[in-house]
């Protein structure tokens, strides 16, 4: 168990060392994050919205 923990230690240092010699590498994932944010926001707003009308079309009698 011990040198899985090693291993596991010394492949998160060697990101972080990536990361510091390279600030902007992770500037496409946090592009992603957001934007895939902003599409489940997008998607909730859709769902509300669809629920809403449908409601009032089901209330309406002829």
Known sequence: ???H???VFSFLKARWDILRREPEAGYST???L???LLVA???VIIAIIVAKVTAKANGITL
């Open 30 to 32: 946090e592009t992603v």
């Open 41 to 43: 926001a997008a998607l």
């Open 5 to 7: 923990i090693k291993t």
């Open 34 to 36: 957001v934007t895939a």
């Open 1 to 3: 168990m011990h040198a």
